[in-house]
């Protein structure tokens, strides 16, 4: 793609604070002056907002702070005035009923505090799994030039020799203590080897996954995405990126230059590569709704189906993140998507250059870590689009982390009506389930939690783990965690809270998978089925008012990203009027 830089120099938006003499603009600019800054820093130059997801309740955001000087460095060498502003951040780990209830928050948070203040370009402070969409959606919504900066991952952590992935481990080690093979007490020592330093999660969970995003989206710069939070590249990619932005703003390189619909199939045969999160599903589309690119589950299922998972992470495969950027990270990936034929080489990205003049010259250190494609985790990546009577709009399931003997199977639903009655019945010694059934949980969508939390995921009863079994067929409404595995369908759309098929299954129902042929199927006759729907009646908690109410009265589907409805939608950022 072609982009032709705007003349510089211009009158910036900033300027209609900053620039004058009239009573407002010396209102504006003076009270500024009381931190210190120097009279020429309002002369004209960009002002940058370092918009900083930083937060001690956001543990693997903690670390922004120093990072956001290094941004500030870079944005003062290339002639531009940062400015430090804390945004809204939603904790995967601390948030409840789920930080997914909370992603629509931060992003319309976001868009107004970028739209209603003196900002000519944004900086993208980044981390925890919500905080990167949500600030990606508010770029989007604005169109003003931005750029993403990441945290990056913890180092890897250890437990008696075995490397422990962050999530995926905390996933297998309470699988093991219920069935028996680790004691309480070796999990609480376990736990201290899970976080070891700053950073998100080490494995291709949903943080790692969507700075992938970012990066092969081109909203990062070239290899971002990998860079441990405590290598002191890290804070060189910082630095760079304060300079970047500076140099975006003078060419008015906007999102909407950027985020085309090429550079979104761009990021879903990434995500196919890198065996990436199902999460990054949602955000996506969310995304894309947001700067107004038709991007649907089709894309996602005709883009990432006939990709390999050649990036052997954890949970699909054995390493985590430090070994992925000691082998070359993502411009690897990248590369070899354009090497293949599947990649829009000439996508743009905020470094000016396409997608493809970033990485044709960089090398693989590793091949045990990035997988020549003859050795893929799996030749068919991505993640599957079902669809079938159980799942009209679709339901996904993540291939890489799922066990190759249950793609294709049938068994007997036992259903959990809500998570409580999950809770309350799986460690029942007599619940009536073997490992042949399905398991099924309703009313954990985006109304139904609500907020969509990520528990599709379930824990197998103790019996069935005592016997070896380790994974089996569930189907949810609900998302799981990237750091999870298993053979589990999530996402089903229209959700049981909004009166979708999913919402009349009964416990002995015979459900069909099939991957392959893309089939979720309910053994019910059309009849039958059509009868249930209608005597059914909402069974989810409702919520009166606050922000619960507002989410579920305007969230959409999981199929279309889940964003409220009144959000989609580029809305640009026009100067306003002063209020003064």
């Given at each position: 793609m072609t982009f032709k830089p705007a003349a510089w120099p211009r009158k910036l938006r900033s300027q209609t604070w900053f620039g004058g003499t009239s009573k407002d603009n010396i209102y504006h600019r003076g009270w500024m002056k009381n931190q210190g800054f120097p009279p020429d820093l309002f002369d004209?130059?960009?002002?940058?907002?370092?918009?900083?997801?930083?937060?001690?309740?956001?543990?693997?955001?903690?670390?922004?702070?120093?990072?956001?000087?290094?941004?500030?460095?870079?944005?003062?060498e290339a002639g531009g005035?940062?400015?430090?502003?804390?945004?809204?951040s939603a904790s995967e780990s601390a948030f409840r009923p789920t930080a997914m209830m909370f992603r629509n928050l931060a992003a319309m948070a976001v868009e107004e505090a970028m739209r209603g203040q003196?900002?000519?370009?944004?900086?993208?402070?980044?981390?925890c799994d919500k905080t990167t969409p949500s600030l990606l959606m508010a770029a989007a919504s604005t169109d003003m030039p931005s750029i993403v900066v990441t945290g990056g991952p913890m180092l890897n952590g250890y437990y008696k020799n075995e490397r422990v992935g962050s999530g995926t481990h905390l996933w297998k080690f309470s699988e093991a203590v219920k069935a028996g093979t680790m004691t309480k007490e070796e999990f609480v020592e376990a736990e201290a080897s899970m976080s070891r330093s700053p950073g998100s999660c080490n494995t291709m969970g949903?943080?790692?996954?969507?700075?992938?995003?970012?990066?092969?989206?081109?909203?990062?710069?070239?290899?971002?995405?990998?860079?441990?939070?405590?290598?002191?590249?890290?804070?060189?990619?910082?630095?760079?990126?304060?300079?970047?932005?500076?140099?975006?703003?003078?060419?008015?390189?906007?999102?909407?230059?950027?985020?085309?619909?090429?550079?979104?199939?761009?990021?879903?045969r990434t995500n196919a590569a890198i065996g990436g999160s199902t999460n990054a599903v949602i955000h996506l589309l969310a995304i894309a709704g947001r700067v107004g690119i038709d991007l649907t589950l089709e894309d996602w299922d005709?883009?990432?189906?006939?990709?390999?998972?050649?990036?052997?992470?954890?949970?699909?495969?054995?390493?985590?993140?430090?070994?992925?950027?000691?082998?070359?990270?993502?411009?690897?990936?990248?590369?070899?998507?354009?090497?293949?034929?599947?990649?829009?080489k000439d996508a743009l990205t905020v470094s000016g250059e396409t997608a493809w003049?970033?990485?044709?010259?960089?090398?693989?250190?590793?091949?045990?870590?990035?997988?020549?494609?003859?050795?893929?985790?799996?030749?068919?990546?991505?993640?599957?689009?079902?669809?079938?009577?159980?799942?009209?709009?679709?339901?996904?399931?993540?291939?890489?982390?799922?066990?190759?003997?249950?793609?294709q199977h049938r068994g007997r639903a036992v259903v959990?009506?809500?998570?409580?009655?999950?809770?309350?019945?799986?460690?029942?010694?007599?619940?009536?389930?073997?490992?042949?059934?399905?398991?099924?949980?309703?009313?954990?969508?985006?109304?139904g939690y609500p907020g969509?939390?990520?528990?599709?995921?379930?824990?197998?009863?103790?019996?069935?783990?005592?016997?070896?079994?380790?994974?089996?067929?569930?189907?949810?409404?609900?998302?799981?965690?990237?750091?999870?595995?298993?053979?589990?369908?999530?996402?089903?759309?229209?959700?049981?809270?909004?009166?979708?098929?999913?919402?009349?299954?009964?416990?002995?129902?015979?459900?069909?998978?099939?991957?392959?042929?893309?089939?979720?199927?309910?053994e019910v006759s059309d009849a039958e089925l059509a009868a249930r729907l209608a005597k059914w009646a909402p069974s989810h908690i409702r919520a009166e008012s606050g922000y619960a109410w507002l989410h579920q009265q305007h969230v959409e589907g999981a199929d279309t990203g889940a964003d409220l409805d009144f959000l989609k939608g580029c809305r640009g950022n026009p100067v306003g009027k002063d209020s003064h």
């Open positions: 004209g130059r960009p002002v940058i907002g370092i918009l900083n997801t930083w937060s001690e309740l956001t543990p693997c955001n903690a670390h922004l702070r120093d990072l956001a000087e290094r941004v500030k460095h870079g944005i003062y005035f940062p400015v430090e502003v804390p945004v809204f003196p900002m000519d370009g944004c900086v993208l402070m980044v981390g949903t943080a790692s996954t969507m700075a992938s995003m970012a990066e092969a989206l081109g909203m990062a710069l070239s290899g971002n995405a990998a860079i441990p939070a405590v290598d002191s590249r890290r804070r060189v990619m910082a630095q760079l990126t304060g300079r970047r932005i500076v140099q975006m703003v003078k060419d008015d390189l906007k999102p909407s230059d950027i985020l085309k619909k090429e550079a979104f199939e761009n990021a879903i005709r883009c990432g189906r006939d990709v390999p998972t050649i990036v052997n992470l954890m949970p699909s495969g054995k390493y985590l993140m430090e070994e992925f950027f000691y082998a070359g990270g993502l411009p690897v990936v990248i590369k070899r998507l354009g090497e293949a034929g599947l990649l829009h003049d970033q990485v044709k010259a960089v090398q693989n250190y590793n091949e045990d870590v990035i997988l020549p494609a003859e050795k893929a985790l799996t030749q068919s990546g991505g993640v599957v689009v079902l669809k079938g009577n159980l799942a009209p709009k679709g339901a996904v399931l993540k291939p890489s982390a799922a066990t190759p003997a249950l793609m959990f009506e809500d998570i409580d009655d999950y809770k309350a019945r799986i460690n029942d010694e007599d619940l009536d389930i073997d490992e042949t059934c399905v398991m099924v949980l309703k009313n954990c969508g985006p109304k969509m939390a990520e528990v599709g995921n379930m824990g197998l009863p103790p019996k069935i783990l005592r016997k070896g079994i380790t994974d089996m067929v569930r189907i949810s409404d609900a998302r799981m965690s990237g750091t999870a595995f298993g053979t589990v369908v999530l996402h089903t759309s229209p959700e049981a809270a909004a009166g979708g098929p999913l919402a009349v299954v009964q416990s002995g129902d015979m459900i069909e998978l099939d991957v392959a042929g893309r089939r979720l199927h309910l």
